[in-house]
């Protein structure tokens, strides 16, 4: 079982809907999570950074952590053609480690 | 603010010949570093990180090799490339205290024929 499982998609909604992206892990040791959009043959951008638990909002975007269920999640509010990317998600422990664990990537397409 | 860059942002090579990689950051100072490999339909695999200079850890035994000659400079090199080599490169940084957050660098393609 990978430490951290991300539906590749792809996903396709219409513009303005409500996209839910979502992963799973299986470290309870995770403190850290992230979430990058990344569009062809560019870097990943960092889009959403938590610590534990709670809920976090940055304009259409909103990261959830539900730590009793190993669960991330984020949503995007009224989206865009230009929110079409991969959505990556990564999560690391507090301590004892200076590695990231990323999920594959769940593409995403909004379609005009 | 911090930037990250990376070069060269293309690379065709042929196989059996040599590789360099550079990476740089600006705007922090001992920062951790990181490189990846991105294949196509793939995730991201750690190749190599670095918590300061002449620290290399290796994640993947393989043809490459990493160097951190100073605080904010992180060298991909291989001295001679396979074909399985190709594919986009990343270099990443993290703070060495405070947020935890990573961030990537524009990435290298290198395309080994």
């Known amino acids: 079982q990978k430490e951290v499982e991300q539906d590749p998609g792809p996903l396709s909604v219409p513009e303005g809907a409500i996209v839910s992206l979502n992963c799973t892990y299986s470290?309870?040791?995770?403190?850290?999570f992230m979430w990058y959009r990344q569009y062809s043959r560019k870097g990943p951008e960092l889009l959403m950074y938590?610590?534990?638990?709670g809920n976090k909002e940055d304009g259409r975007f909103t990261a959830q952590v539900d730590k009793s269920s190993k669960y991330i999640s984020l949503f995007i509010r009224d989206s865009q053609p230009s929110d079409s990317a991969t959505y990556l998600c990564a999560m690391r422990r507090n301590s004892g480690t200076y590695k990231y664990i990323f999920g594959t990537g769940t593409r995403l397409k909004v379609l005009a | 603010s911090q930037t990250i860059h990376q070069w060269p942002a293309t690379l065709v090579q042929p196989v059996g010949s040599p590789l360099s990689l550079e990476c740089t950051v600006e705007?922090?100072?001992?920062?951790?570093l990181y490189w990846y490999r991105q294949a196509a339909g793939r995730g991201l695999q750690l190749l190599f990180y670095?918590?300061?200079?002449?620290?290399i850890s290796s994640e993947v035994p393989q043809n490459l090799s990493a160097s951190r000659p100073q605080d904010r400079q992180f060298i991909l090199s291989s001295k001679k490339l396979l074909l399985s080599d190709s594919g986009f490169y990343l270099c990443a940084w993290s703070s060495g205290s405070g947020s935890l957050a990573q961030y990537f660098g524009p990435g290298t393609r290198l395309l080994v024929l």
């Open positions: 470290n309870s040791a995770f403190q850290y």
């Open positions: 705007g922090t100072s001992n920062p951790n």
């Open positions: 670095s918590v300061g200079i002449g620290q």
């Open positions: 938590t610590y534990s638990s």
